[in-house]
């Protein structure tokens, strides 16, 4: 299935980017779930994503069962976690040892396209909690020696989004998740950034940086901090737990929450029999990407002399938002 896109359109006025609006060219996929039986969902959603599947896959599978009104014991919820926490480890590494350095574009710290395929092939591999475990604890150690990049200089000069709160899924259950909400979600009316910077904000190294207004700095950081965490707690299967829930929203409709690279995932399923007669998913790149939200704000003021530094800011201002859909920029003259 076609993966969409986003448009980044900024106003420039030949000294800074005056404004930004962006179009979202992302499938609904959740439309493409209703009528299935439910007990196909989590294969379906399996096929349908390319990135984050297996949280996507995850959400699926919770969601139903909480629709169901099912219980889940902790090892159930263990043995969901696991694939997600892996994953979440594999996409942060292609984010640091890829996508950066491409961006960056800097001869002496080019991509490193092996390193980030080896640790790949050994987060697909480990298939249980011992051969996790080992992974993680060769992956601690070499976190400590990698030589991760850094974003560059910037200085803080448009307003910023509130950071989403972690909620469980017992809060967002509470709320009434509606289509128009899947496309611009908000919380009590604000739009905010979801994502490692949101999980990771109370870190005293994270709010040195914000402090300071090196937001996409403490983006990369936030995302370092979480891949040595999220190790860690591969030794400690429970631990995984704290990445995803589900509840009840009412007789036979489940609302799931799962924590994923690029931030809070909910999905939302009102059953009809033994099928599905609606389904709704928020992903974190309708949060970062709002036409509102944390990219607009954030890049509205940024000086640029030419059309290529404003190109770049923008480049590198949505890498550090990490939308989970390819992104263009063009430009609109002020």
């Not at 909480?66 to 090892?75: F, T």
């Not at 263990?78 to 996508?99: G, M, N, Q, R, Y």
């Not at 995984?240 to 007789?251: F, G, H, Q």
Request: with cysteine; hydrophobic share 50%.
């Amino acid at each position: 299935m076609h993966e969409g896109s986003l448009d980044l359109a900024l106003t420039w006025d030949g000294k800074r980017i005056v404004a930004a609006t962006v179009v979202s060219k992302r499938p609904q996929v959740a439309s493409l779930l209703r009528g299935l039986p439910a007990a196909a969902v989590s294969d379906r959603v399996l096929q349908l994503f390319g990135i984050c599947r297996q949280a996507q896959a995850a959400a699926a599978a919770l969601c139903v069962r909480s629709a169901r009104g099912e219980r889940l014991a902790p090892g159930a919820l263990d043995e969901l976690a696991l694939p997600v926490a892996l994953e979440t480890i594999s996409e942060h590494l292609c984010h640091l040892l890829i996508a950066w350095p491409s961006l960056l574009a800097d001869p002496s710290r080019p991509p490193r396209v092996a390193d980030c395929g080896d640790w790949r092939r050994r987060l697909r591999a480990a298939a249980d909690r011992r051969s996790a475990a080992a992974v993680a604890a060769d992956l601690v150690g070499w976190l400590g020696e990698a030589d991760l990049p850094s974003p560059g200089d910037e200085s803080p000069h448009g307003a910023v989004a509130p950071l989403l709160p972690l909620l469980p899924a017992a809060e967002w259950a509470c709320m009434e998740l509606m289509e128009d909400f899947a496309l611009r979600p908000n919380l009590a009316g604000e739009v905010a950034e979801t994502g490692t910077l949101a999980r990771q904000a109370g870190a005293a190294a994270i709010t040195r940086l914000l402090a300071a207004g090196r937001r996409i700095e403490a983006r990369l950081r936030a995302r370092l901090l979480e891949l040595h965490s999220l190790a860690a707690a591969l030794a400690d299967p429970p631990r995984l737990s704290a990445l995803l829930d589900a509840r009840p929203v009412r007789a036979d409709v489940g609302l799931a929450r799962v924590e994923t690279a690029r931030g809070t995932l909910l999905h939302r399923l009102d059953l009809a029999g033994d099928g599905v007669g609606h389904y709704l998913i928020v992903s974190p790149t309708e949060w970062n990407f709002h036409p509102q939200g944390p990219f607009v704000r954030e890049i509205g003021g940024c000086p640029a002399d030419s059309r290529r530094a404003a190109r770049f800011a923008a480049e590198r201002l949505a890498l550090s938002l990490d939308p989970c859909v390819p992104f263009s920029c063009s430009f609109v003259d002020a």
